[in-house]
């Protein structure tokens, strides 16, 4: 009678965002996949970007409500995705990560500028034992060099760390998996190139592979985004020689009509427990500051305003899209300014000339740009809209062509000049060519970190005259000039 195959079950999930409502579902299909194969044969693990600090619950608890839903879920190991890695300082990861309870953190090219080492909370890669299978997992993020340096860290080049590592790895254990939150491109790449990867479970890039791709032997994988589904490999080796004779990977649905008890109760306390965190007041208002996503309005003004004190610029400029609502009078609690402003995009200063500010405040007059829906580079808003400035007075035409309309820009007194340079405040989501594209073409690009927009607006709620400054008009049509 032969012996039967060694079996193991990979259970991953990835780009989470933290969709807390989806976690009782997802928590109640990885139990029924576990109970299913057996616990000693099953594996769960998240490819980054579990954290989303657009949501209260992540928010207000720094991420530890995460961890602790990812505990309770049964989460064995984990990679940093750039939620993670970029929207916590140093510090906030140093005390999110660093107690002894949760899974094992893997991320293989991050290095402390200091020690010039992998953080004392993570590691490059771990080993652990299942179904008699030795498993060696390796974490990798993805690769935002300048961010990463202005927080503290050293970011490596993903591919050699790992084809390293796997080298390294090979012949001390059975499989090898890495957790890959660098994307798809990416994950193909490192497939076709390092020999010796059995599975390349991604993220970043929120690829939905409903059958793995098979490259060079190794199954490259991916379950979509926000919780909507998740992954599983199937895999069997060979009871003597630990080689792998089946290997196979789908994706399941959370649809949500299942779910799991415990989870859903913890969910439920951590949400009303984030909610009260929120309620801090941090500003009175004696009357409203609007906003709006088509026209010039006050609340935009003053984040513009903002970003140019902010980063001591000639001028300052923001998209009216970062703004979801309006400021009503009364108590502003840390919880409504994330509700207006939820996106993680940091400041940033750029110098640009004239000629290409003039294409960007041309372009913020046209209908196109106003409401075009922007996905990605942390926005988290609904559509572009029409540019919010400081620094500048405009005078425009609302009826002549596109790209005629503005009749004249004047900066400081003086009328813009096509062929000069202007240090302009603004957004980091510019300078990766999303939205306006003529601002990310601007040069000596500085990003200011680690605070959010939310965070400066903050202060300025409570200055009456930045307040009043916001009242006064930036962009003003031509015939009221004339008049």
């Not at 059975?174 to 994307?183: E, Q």
């Not at 140019?308 to 610029?313: G, L, M």
């Not at 073409?441 to 300025?460: A, Q, S």
Request: with cysteine.
């Amino acid at each position: 009678m032969s012996t039967p195959h060694l079996r193991l079950r990979i259970l991953h999930s990835n780009d989470i965002h933290s969709h807390f409502e989806q976690m009782p579902g997802i928590a109640a299909v990885f139990q029924e996949l576990r109970d299913e194969a057996g616990e000693e044969h099953t594996l769960t693990l998240d490819i980054g970007d579990h954290m989303d600090r657009m949501r209260p619950e992540t928010e207000a608890s720094g991420g530890k409500f995460n961890l602790e839903i990812m505990a309770a879920t049964g989460y064995e190991a984990v990679t940093l995705g750039n939620n993670e890695g970029l929207t916590f300082t140093r510090e906030a990861l140093a005390e999110l990560y660093g107690g002894q309870n949760g899974p094992a953190v893997l991320v293989c090219n991050l290095l402390d500028a200091e020690t010039g080492a992998v953080p004392s909370w993570g590691a490059p890669y771990h080993i652990t034992e299942k179904s008699g299978l030795r498993i060696g997992m390796i974490g990798a993020t993805a690769y935002y060099d300048k961010y990463y340096r202005l927080l503290g860290w050293d970011i490596l080049q993903p591919l050699p760390v790992i084809k390293e590592l796997v080298q390294q790895l090979r012949p001390q254990v059975d499989v090898i998996i890495v957790l890959s939150h660098l994307g798809l491109r990416q994950d193909e790449l490192i497939a076709a190139e390092v020999d010796g990867i059995d599975v390349i479970l991604g993220g970043h890039s929120h690829h939905l592979l409903e059958q793995p791709l098979h490259i060079n032997g190794a199954l490259v994988c991916g379950a979509g985004k926000f919780g909507q589904y998740i992954g599983v490999v199937d895999m069997e080796f060979h009871p003597e020689t630990r080689k792998a004779v089946r290997s196979e990977g789908y994706v399941r649905k959370v649809d949500g009509q299942r779910t799991d008890p415990v989870v859903a109760e913890t969910t439920r306390r951590l949400q009303d427990t984030a909610r009260r965190m929120l309620d801090e007041e941090v500003a009175y208002l004696a009357q409203p500051i609007h906003m709006d996503w088509n026209r010039e309005a006050p609340l935009g003004n003053m984040l513009a305003a903002v970003l140019r004190k902010w980063t001591d610029a000639d001028i300052g400029i923001a998209n009216a899209g970062q703004l979801l609502d309006h400021l009503g009078s009364g108590k502003v609690t840390a919880g409504r300014l994330l509700d207006i402003c939820p996106s993680p995009v940091n400041p940033c200063r750029i110098t640009i000339t004239g000629e290409l500010l003039l294409q960007a405040l041309e372009e913020s007059l046209l209908p196109e740009f106003q409401e075009k829906p922007i996905y990605g580079f942390g926005f988290r808003g609904k559509v572009l809209g029409m540019l919010n400035v400081d620094g500048l007075s405009i005078h425009y035409d609302g009826t002549a062509p596109p790209y005629s309309k503005i009749k004249s820009v004047w900066i400081g007194g003086e009328p813009l000049v096509p062929d000069r340079t202007y240090k302009v405040g603004t957004l980091d989501m510019f300078t990766f060519g999303i939205g306006y594209l003529s601002l990310s073409k601007g040069t000596d690009v500085k990003y200011f970190l680690p605070e959010f927009l939310r965070d400066i607006i903050r202060g300025e709620l409570n200055d009456k005259s930045a307040i009043r400054d916001g009242e006064i008009r930036r962009w003003i049509p031509a015939h009221e000039k004339d008049c």
